[in-house]
């Protein structure tokens, strides 16, 4: 079975500067995503960062990078030029694709603060 | 385009009472996901739908919880009864099908229970 570890439960950061928030999974699949979400205090699931695993480059969207490592079973989220609205719970998660069902697998998280 | 609408926000209720939970996904995204969340935990999937076919439903406990989503939109969720355990956030998502452009989940805002 598929499992997602997220072994920061708090990261601390201050504004500008650059966080890495790890990630490392468990699979025998060929074929899967990985996922990064945000979830601010609001409650809600915000999506911010997709890398497949046949996708050689790693994936970028503005301030968030994914920091791919396939060999390593690694998907570690980068946030460059934290601001403080980036506080909130991130989570990574793992999506089958060799399988009818394609639910997300979710880690534990890990609760970012950003301070000024 | 509108996001995945859920309703209500929060609810209160008493063990044992009956309560139920509605989603409207993404228009034009057919398949649709349940998520349950406990406090401190990522989300952890109930049930998905493919159009109105169930694709996924080995951890919804059958024995109180239950999910629709006739004619292949609208979805709903309903415990019965309901137990202290029980008290999480319900998620839902919805993404494209298979084969799609993407398969991304994008979540609604969630529905808060309290079971006292």
Same mark, same amino acid.
């Not at chain 1, 030029?81 to 980036?86: E, H, N, T």
């Given at each position: 079975a598929q499992k997602i570890t997220q072994t920061q439960p708090g990261m601390f950061v201050q504004e500008k500067e650059a966080v890495t928030l790890d990630c490392t999974y468990d699979t025998s699949d060929q074929s899967y995503g990985l996922f990064w979400y945000k979830q601010p205090s609001s409650g809600e699931m915000i999506f911010l960062i997709y890398q497949g695993s046949y996708d050689e480059q790693n994936a970028t969207e503005g301030r968030y990078s994914l920091n791919f490592q396939k060999a390593r079973k690694s998907a570690n989220l980068v946030i460059s030029?934290?601001?403080?609205?980036?506080s909130a719970m991130y989570f990574c998660a793992f999506a089958p694709r060799d399988q009818a069902g394609t639910a997300l697998i979710f880690g534990k998280g890990t609760t970012l603060s950003v301070s000024s | 385009e509108a996001g995945v609408a859920q309703s209500p926000r929060y609810k209160i209720i008493e063990k044992r009472q009956s309560v139920a939970f509605w989603c409207n996904p993404i228009s034009g995204h057919a398949t649709l996901y349940w998520y349950q969340q406990i406090l401190g935990q990522g989300p952890k999937l109930l049930i998905q739908f493919q159009n109105n076919g169930v694709?996924?439903?080995?951890? &919804? =406990?059958k024995d109180r919880f239950s999910a629709e989503r006739l004619k292949g939109v609208d979805s709903t969720l309903k415990i019965q =009864?309901?137990? &202290?355990?029980?008290?999480a956030v319900y998620l839902c998502a919805s993404s494209d099908p298979p084969g799609g452009s993407t398969d991304t989940q994008y979540f609604g805002p969630g529905t808060r229970l309290t079971v006292l």
């Open positions: 030029a934290s601001q403080l609205g980036d | 694709v996924d439903d080995s951890q &919804l =406990p =009864p309901a137990k &202290l355990e029980d008290s």
